[in-house]
């Protein structure tokens, strides 16, 4: 007997699970968006507006709907951010999709074929608009990412080299990502707080390392206290250990502590080994041993200067009293995960209390600049002031509110606002794949990089600055002597008289090799540093092609209408990349990477951006199936910023603003966001690449089939039968 | 072992707040909250239908414990109410009935979420800077110099309380004897930190309410039988005394993971005895006069120990270490091998005493922080209520020493503070608005749900049918009886307003708390004399209501904010 069900896996059963989704999510989008409710099968009430929490708190049955929620938690687990925007745009790809569907369902094909074997027709056709899709996101994206969106990236560093932070782009980073976390009354608030916290814990030259640390501790380093308001959160000096003291001596001057993982009064017998009691006087002086060598360790301990004797197990009540004789303040029962950070921040190794005794020093203390209760509405808690070894300098967040729920969608949120920015501190790298077959240079090849906050205030006054490149074939030819290939630069840079307001600035060489070449050539043109006083560049023209044989090749280059415009302000660093591709017939593999702090500013941007894009690209596809894809994505693309626009009218509602992007595009002219706020672009890169990986997989099931069995791992006799 | 299930889909709603259901469950909450507000309020038995315990309670604290509410908004609201108790003590019906209030003016509105929070926001920051500033015309300060003002915030608390069962003379009583207690409780000597001590309340049930007292030092319960076989301690000096955390019974101590083998013929039970009255060998050369153990000590050597005129008190419980150690200054000894000379404590002196059917053993200290409050009343309800209410007043009157300022109460405060509002509104919207996007009539409409809610947290005192008036100087509030004559004669009618700063003799124009009135400036700055004269004001905790009003707003603007709720039917 077969029990089971089965029902044809198609774009339309999809696209149903997804607009429920999305009617669920869209209300909680963005700025504009509000609180859901959720009730824990414990009785518990949480308050979210995360979208990953939303979707896992809804328990979905439905196969398509649990495919979904599981493409969205494995991608919030590696962002931390997006899930929202993941289903309303994965909704409005299917819709694209099922919207080419209904157009070719022509009376003749419905009469002729059977449904059933329409079904399988339409499936053999999502496969391969699934691989087209896969096509897309492998080797195309990444292309209009870096020759066409980096122009307008912003950095959210303020000096590209150094990677040193720019506050006010960080809090309008965060105030951004916030606005749809947080409740809107509290996102301000939150904000600000994470963006203290962030400065506070960072050292001038922590990394990576630091997010890695907060983010893999952060339950430990906050902590939620109830029946406060909000506005009562803050940042805490020190670590905060949701622990009391169980001895606790004041204590000041030069301190210090040990870790322990075990009792320190040692035990009649350990584990595996038998103590025999032959006489009543062997009991009492090993007890009287036991009691002697504690005493003696805590002394020692005491005469070594330690304080505070940090325990992740329950010392037994000996312990207790010799601390609390020697002045040893003492917390136990930590958990490890609390003892970790303790010694990840201080790196310090547990104290294992000697065999023998000597008077030598121990190694395993780590000096404290202070151990204090903390009381926080009426609890007390353990307040550590640690010195830290490494670059994370601790700090605790008291965060307040109303209710549990509460406070757990804001912990929720500034772990997530940390994943974010751990993301947005990488570089990316992208490879992608060009088909240059056109020789008129329309793709503009020369990418113009500009990491620094330049972008966000053109001075049209300020700043232009034109230098014809002369000196660059000696350059270029010793970069390319190397390789044995000789380059013919005609660096005759034409510099016409550019719009000072011309905000991207834009060039577009040509390359016109009078070879053809089977391979592929990546000319890398970095700036070095400008020269504030002489505004002089010396461009270095760098040869790091890939599988490279040009032995004895003869590669002509030049340069036709090589424009520099220079919108930088002063003192910063300008770094210029230029990505000469070959003009061959065959396909040439580039890769290039985007530089760690790309923002955007929110309101849609990057979505109407790649919109743009990709509609220009689409133009000039010549396989049709690419050209769908490309104009799906694009058309689905608009569908975030239309949910943000929703409850906005006039001038600023979605088709106001659109327009004028585009014109703004056409015309080469900055794009004015409504909306302040930054957001990643690393965040909305990876959204994207999910949700095309995700939307492969819908289109690749053919069939969905309902077993009816317990989904229990054990095998009975019972279901053997069944089948 | 366990079975894996499947889970259930989860049932999301969508427009929580529209829907019949919640209404009607938001409303049976408020009826509850509301017809218990204030001295009159009404009293709620509480029980479970299955016989056993019965509560009698008008207060937030017990209510909210005992119901259980399954509509997650309700547990929302519920939830940061309790929170809000569990911090603070005091003002919980306040928060819930302004809570509530809140959500039903502004839900009628019918404006959008984003704006009804922005202003609701605005006009809450609007309120909290005005009860902080220097002109608030509704708060006065606090006087510690004297106990005038001390013992108006406390009996206030205690009339609040119905269910305390208190005649008025009692209630003097026991508002003295809590003052006490607390001050009690405050180091003589304190210099820049000051830690407070503890009041331990000690129950006694059964007992007339004036036989309630405090007396400095711990009371330690005892059977009679115990207590006479106490010796009597003559001595004029101070009392040296031990104290053991650690067990003295004679069982053997943790012996580690692994197996001890015990010989035939090894007796431990003897060997540990031997320890333990090598302890108290010790103790005895020591000169220790008083031996208290958390835990139980071995009959053998509390035998020995009297023998030896020490008095051997066991069993006292993990509760009382702590004011224990404070009070004799003794630090808890957790070995049976040598004691540290610094480890033992002292107390001045120890006395037997007898209260009601209750037998004490009375340690009394050198200099006291930690005091009992021995409490007595009638019936065990009435006595938990009258527990909860102490409490509560103790833990106000800690919270008004870190912050010395009380506002006026019996509804003075939100009439005030809602002409304030409707004032500054009419008056001032642009400082209020600002940059924002919202209207000035969107800002009226809100302040005025604002403002009706906060009003209608102080019509709900009034459970008698009476009337409530505000003045159009001060903008206190002052209550007429249900069955007074018609609006003949205000000031014959209207002795003094709710708090009790002014009466009716001055010249002034009152109008009904429901009607429409024109915006006027309450008078702020409150004459010194009148506050100084005035033996029996009405008085609130400043730090409990503004937190409380703050939680009331946060929580509304919470639930207003609701699109769905998602409910996990696992």
Redesign the interface.
Known sequence: MLSSMAAAGSVKAALQVAEVLEA?VS??VGP?G????????T?E?L?SRNGGR?LE?????HPIARMIVDCVSSHLKKTGDGAKTFIIFLCHLLRGLHAITDREKDPLMCENIQTHGRHWKNCSRWKFISQALLTFQTQILDGIMDQYLSRHFLSIFSSAKERTLCRSSLELLLEAYFCGRV???NHKFISQLMCDYFFKCMTCKSGIGVFELVDDHFVELNVGV??????DSRIIAGLVLQKDFSVYRPADGDMRMVIVTETIQP???????????????Q??TS??WI??KT?AIMKHLHSQNVKLLISSVKQ???????A??NGISVVECLSSEEVSLIRRIIGLSPFVPPQAFSQCEIPNTALVKFCKPLIL??KRYVHLGLISTCAFIPHSIVLC??????IEQHEDALHGALKMLRQLFKDLDLNYMTQTNDQNGTSSLFIYKNSGESYQAPDPGNGSIQRPYQDTVAENKDALEKTQTYLKVHSNLVIPDVELETYIPYSTPTLTPTDTFQTVETLTCLSLERNRLTDYYEPLLKNNSTAYSTRGNRIEISYENLQVTNITRKGSMLPVSCKLPNMGTSQSYLSSSMPAGCVLPVGGNFEILLHYYLLNYAKKCHQSEETMVSMIIANALLGIPKVLYK?KTGKYSFPHTYIRAVHALQTNQPLVSSQTGLESVMGKYQLLTSVLQCLTKILTIDMVITVKR????VHNQDSEDEL | MSRLEAKKPSLCKSEPLTTERVRTTLSVLKRIVTSCYGPSGRLKQLHNGFGGYVCTTSQSSALLSHLLVTHPILKILTASIQNHVSSFSDCGLFTAILCCNLIENVQRLGLTPTTVIRLNKHLLSLCISYLKSETCGCRIPVDFSSTQILLCLVRSILTSKPACMLTRKETEHVSALILRAFLLTIPENAEGHIILGKSLIVPLKGQRVIDSTVLPGILIEMSEVQLMRLLPIKKSTALKVALFCTTLSGDTSDTGEGTVVVSYGVSLENAVLDQLLNLGRQLISDHVDLVLCQKVIHPSLKQFLNMHRIIAIDRIGVTLMEPLTKMTGTQPIGSLGSICPNSYGSVKDVCTAKFGSKHFFHLIPNEATICSLLLCNRNDTAWDELKLTCQTALHVLQLTLKEPWALLGGGCTETHLAAYIRHKTHNDPESILKDDECTQTELQLIAEAFCSALESVVGSLEHDGGEILTDMKYGHLWSVQADSPCVANWPDLLSQCGCGLYNSQEELNWSFLRSTRRPFVPQSCLPHEAVGSASNLTLDCLTAKLSGLQVAVETANLILDLSYVIEDKN
Not at chain 1, 316 to 322: A, R
Not at chain 1, 710 to 713: D, G, I, M
């Open positions: 669920i209300c909680c504009e509000r609180q859901v409710l959720c009730t824990k099968p009785g009430v308050l939303l708190a809804l328990h979905l049955e409740g809107r009354n109830t029946g406060l308001p909000v506005s035990l009649f017998s350990t584990s595996g080994s038998e103590f025999i009691l032959n006489s009543e006087a009991f009492q007890q009287f009691m002697e005493k037994p009540d000996l312990v207790s009293y010799y609390g004789v509405r009426s509110g109303p209710v549990h729920g509460l409850s317990h989904p229990q791992k």
